[in-house]
Nanobody
């Protein structure tokens, strides 16, 4: 099992910045990819960004150039720096840790609210 604890989030005006962090504990050696998803009211959960072992990153088109994902393997943490936030970024953001080969290995954090006002 892997436990994920998120921090950060909150409320900010459009154009502002927020940073989300997620710390993993437990069977972290089973994980090769960490990332962030979000779910807005009435919408499906969607990938925001993820980062694999060795560093390859993947971003949703809607956040490219504004969000940056980073990972500290020594501390088993993943962070999401969100700049130039827009009202449409408002959602609950979930930390995810998974193994892209063994797909049953897939864990979620409890979620953290990000609200961007215009």
């Amino acid at each position: 099992q892997v436990q994920l604890v998120e921090s950060g989030g909150g409320s900010v005006q459009a154009g502002g910045s927020l940073r989300l962090s997620c710390a993993a504990s437990g069977s972290v050696l089973s994980i090769n990819t960490m990332g962030w998803y979000r779910q807005a009211p009435g919408k499906q959960r969607e990938l925001v960004a993820d980062i694999r072992d060795g560093g390859p990153t993947n971003y949703a088109d809607s956040v490219k150039g504004r969000f940056t994902i980073s990972r500290d393997n020594a501390k088993n943490t993943v962070s999401l720096q969100m700049n130039s936030l827009k009202p449409e970024d408002t959602a609950v953001y979930y930390c995810n840790a998974r193994n892209v080969v063994f797909r049953t290995i897939n864990y979620w954090g409890q979620g953290t609210q990000v609200t961007v006002s215009s």
